[in-house]
């Protein structure tokens, strides 16, 4: 899927499942750590997709991602990139065919997956609020590129990092200091698992099972099959998916917050009196 895609269902998953552990578990958040949550998610939604990197020089092409904060991000991209391919070259087996180039290996993994949510939680856990900040500020960057795409290319990188660096200081001026940072790494993982999904669903597939080998083959790439997969930027994921995701984020955002906003206005009771 392409990254605005990637970045809604990333928050229709976090704030579907925020109203799902409200509901069903008692597990209540507050707006904004919602907020937060569902940004973080967003962003980590299109975190796999850092591993396309573009010319860095000319500041052209690379995912959508990739193109967040100008050519810091890119330059970011390539390195990630060619990280990927190295650990695809020294983990291939016999039947994986030799790549060039790292797009859609290691950071579309469960274990990377992993990695980057725990990674996330050790450095919030370990440097306290700034480290919160900072990752708040790079998540909630990708995902306003993500989020908005047609705005930030418009607006280009500098005004996207000036309103990220605004959410992340404002959420740090509220942020209760004690609690929350595991929801930030999960909120992360979660992300990332969404982006495979996401993947799963088009016809070039993922290496899902990785590092598990199957028939000489490391890097299996898994998708569904061509002739019901979903063709990446056709109108299945624009219009249908886009959609489903956008309705599935407003649901659970009125489920968890209307009754409360009525309450608080006292309209409810207008209401029962009419
Ligand atoms: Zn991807």
Redesign the pocket.
């Known amino acids: 899927?392409m990254g605005p895609s990637?970045a809604l269902s990333g928050a229709a998953a976090w704030l579907a499942g925020s109203w799902a552990l409200d509901t069903f578990a008692g597990y209540s958040q507050s707006p904004l750590a919602v907020a937060v949550g569902a940004t973080v998610c967003a962003g980590g939604a299109l975190l796999?997709?850092l591993?396309?990197s573009g010319k860095v020089t000319r500041n052209q092409g690379g995912?959508t991602v990739a193109r967040t904060f100008g050519v810091f991000s890119l330059f970011v991209a390539e390195v990630i990139e060619k990280f990927s391919l190295g650990i695809y070259t020294a983990t291939r087996l016999s039947r994986d065919p030799r790549r060039n180039n790292g797009?859609?290996t290691f950071?579309?993994t469960l274990p990377f997956a992993a990695l980057v949510g725990w990674g996330t939680t050790a450095l919030a856990t370990h440097y306290g609020k700034w480290a919160v900040v900072g990752i708040i500020f790079f998540m909630a960057g990708l995902a306003l590129r993500g989020l908005f795409d047609e705005w930030a290319e418009r607006a280009g990188w500098v005004i996207v990092t000036l309103c990220s660096a605004a959410i992340a200081l404002f959420t740090a001026a509220r942020l209760p200091g004690d609690r929350g940072y595991p929801m930030l790494g999960f909120a992360v993982g979660v992300g990332c698992f969404v982006?495979?999904l996401?993947?799963i669903i088009t016809s070039a597939g993922?290496p899902i099972l990785w590092p598990i080998p199957t028939g000489r083959r490391m890097w299996r790439m898994v998708g569904v099959p061509n002739g019901i997969a979903v063709r990446v930027g056709g109108k299945t994921e624009t219009i249908v998916l886009r959609t489903a995701f956008t309705v599935v984020a407003l649901l659970a955002i009125a489920a968890m917050f209307a009754p409360g906003l009525l309450h608080r206005f006292e309209l409810d009771a207008w209401a029962r009196e009419r």
């Open positions: 899927m990637h796999p997709d591993d396309l995912a797009h859609r950071t579309h982006h495979l996401g993947d993922v």
